[in-house]
């Protein structure tokens, strides 16, 4: 009787980043890697409440994405645990702040994923998402986050296995697109993507100015704005933010 082994595949990823217009900060406050050999790719948020105490979150969220980037150097993707190179970065990091963080792996055919705070990431198969993981929050516009002072949150990273297939599309992504963007929006974006044939780094930047354009429109209907009405929370249109797209082929 033959033995089926996992087929192998490859994320073949890019990405692309449109920080706020700030003359401070401008770098913004999010940070991604995307490491090839390990199949892994991170992205983060700084947590932008640290600037009333003068800190730059972004420069929390670049430490700890290049920490999680150099714990998965030389490793096979069999290897790579997500939450555990989460847990890795997080304790190399020293600068002041806090970050939410988003982390897939894949490894033939399984992909992994550790998740904390409103970064995420889904899954198109056959043109339709097949799979979610985004948000965790201790309260409205308040994500879990990791950070010097919230290191007891660790406990609070989100982990999902996904069975995937080769021509499906990851989407990895910082919450200036998810709260700017419904999942349905991702969707069709994608799709027409697919059609023209584009490259991932066609992909995301599509799906980054799409976002960028509702985050600025405040008459358009936004995630965001959904999510502040179920709480009693006025707010007109998109979310101006800064937007993180990774945009990953499985082949």
Known sequence: MAISRPRKLTMMADSFYLPKDNPSKPRGEDAHFISEVPQVIGVADGVGGWAKKGIDAGEYARELMRNAADAVKGRRPSDVDPKQVLLEAFLKTESPGSSTACIISLAGD????????DSGFLVIRDGK??????????DFNCPYQIGKTSSAVVSAVEEIVVGVERGNVVIVGTDGLFDNMFPEDIETTVGLCMRKEYTPDLTAWMLANGARRKSLDKRTT????VTAYEV??????GKYDDITVVAAYLV
């Open 232 to 237: 009693g929370v006025q707010h007109s249109g």
């Open 110 to 117: 399984i992909l992994r994923a550790a998740n904390l705070g």
């Open 129 to 138: 998402i097949d799979q979610i993981l985004r948000r965790s929050n201790t």
């Open 222 to 225: 936004s995630p965001f704005q």
